[in-house]
């Protein structure tokens, strides 16, 4: 998911962290939406994020790395 960046930050700091990560990184931008997650039941909730673009699309997340495999991102705008 972070392809170049090794970047890792503390989980609950995302919009800090997503911040830190263009400061080292001015080719990402930073976008905020939320982090599509399944509980044990199978059912989605969402939870509001912020993680990082790269210019080819690519999401870099500095704050999830905990997570295994693909996380589904969306960005929404109210």
Do not use: K
Request: proline share 6%; with cysteine.
């Amino acid at each position: 998911m972070n392809g170049t960046y090794p970047e890792r930050f503390p989980r609950s700091n995302c919009q800090q962290n997503a911040r830190w990560m263009t400061l080292i990184h001015p080719e990402l931008a930073t976008i905020e939406g939320y982090l599509v997650l399944t509980d044990h039941d199978g059912r989605e909730y969402r939870t509001e994020h912020a993680w990082n673009q790269a210019p080819d699309g690519t999401v870099v997340d500095s704050t999830a790395w905990a997570f295994e495999g693909a996380l589904p991102y969306r960005y929404e705008s109210d």
